[in-house]
């Protein structure tokens, strides 16, 4: 069974600065999915990567699968950034239900 | 782009009561999953659904949970009798494959309160 470490958990930075949130699993995985919650509870996905690198405006998401772990990174961080991202993984290899993180609170100041 | 849409998106009811979180995943989508998150908590998974019956669910599945697809695209929860502790933002997610994940996108949420 799959187990999900973020860090950190919380993070404050100035807007315009880059930003990086961590992930790492236990079990190997066929994807591993980035989430965004906002203060009203909602959950919006932004990433599903399964290698390599993806991109998406200033949001970057990479996965290195050797050492089961991922990354998230927010170029040129703005206010609206703020909330919580969660990294989410099957919860065994080949399983469709996912396995969550605690989630990492972000807050950029402006 | 194709969205999963949840119904209602607040719902406070009283202890013992019946409720109904109703859910429309993506229309070409095969499989379909409720998570929930207690204020504080992580997401947790309670139950995926596909070919018509449940595949998988969780310890906190119990006998006061079911869910149904009615109609070929409504995919529902319902809750029996609720307890203060059902209290939690629910989320139904829908996929179209069982490995990779792909195209797995969850709806907005219903916030349920049990007073």
């Known amino acids: 069974k799959n187990e999900v470490e973020q860090s950190p958990q919380n993070l404050t930075a100035q807007e315009g600065e880059f930003i990086t949130i961590n992930c790492s699993y236990s079990?190997?995985?066929?994807?591993l999915h980035w989430l965004q919650q906002h203060p009203g509870g909602g959950i919006v996905s932004l990433f599903m990567l399964s290698s390599g690198k993806k991109k998406h405006g200033r949001l970057i998401a990479t996965i290195n699968i050797q050492e089961k772990h991922s990354s998230l990174h927010i170029t040129a961080s703005h206010p609206r950034d703020s909330a919580v991202y969660i990294c989410a993984v099957p919860t065994n290899f080949g399983n469709e239900k996912l396995t969550f993180g605690t989630g990492t609170r972000l807050t950029i100041i402006p | 782009e194709p969205e999963v849409t949840q119904t209602p998106s607040h719902q406070v009811t009283q202890m013992g009561q019946e409720v109904i979180l109703r859910c429309v995943p993506i229309s070409n989508h095969l499989y379909f999953y409720w998570y929930r998150q207690i204020l504080g908590q992580k997401v947790e998974f309670l139950v995926s659904f596909y070919n018509n019956e449940i595949s998988e669910k969780s310890e906190i599945f119990d006998d006061q949970f079911s869910v149904e697809r009615p109609d070929g695209s409504n995919f529902t929860l319902k809750i029996r009798s609720t307890k203060l502790e059902d209290s939690a933002m629910y989320f139904c997610?829908?996929?179209?494959?069982?490995?990779?994940?792909?195209?797995?996108?969850f709806g907005s949420g219903t916030r349920l309160t049990v007073v």
């Open positions: 079990v190997g995985i066929s994807a």
């Open positions: 997610a829908s996929s179209e494959a069982r490995t990779g994940g792909y195209g797995y996108t």
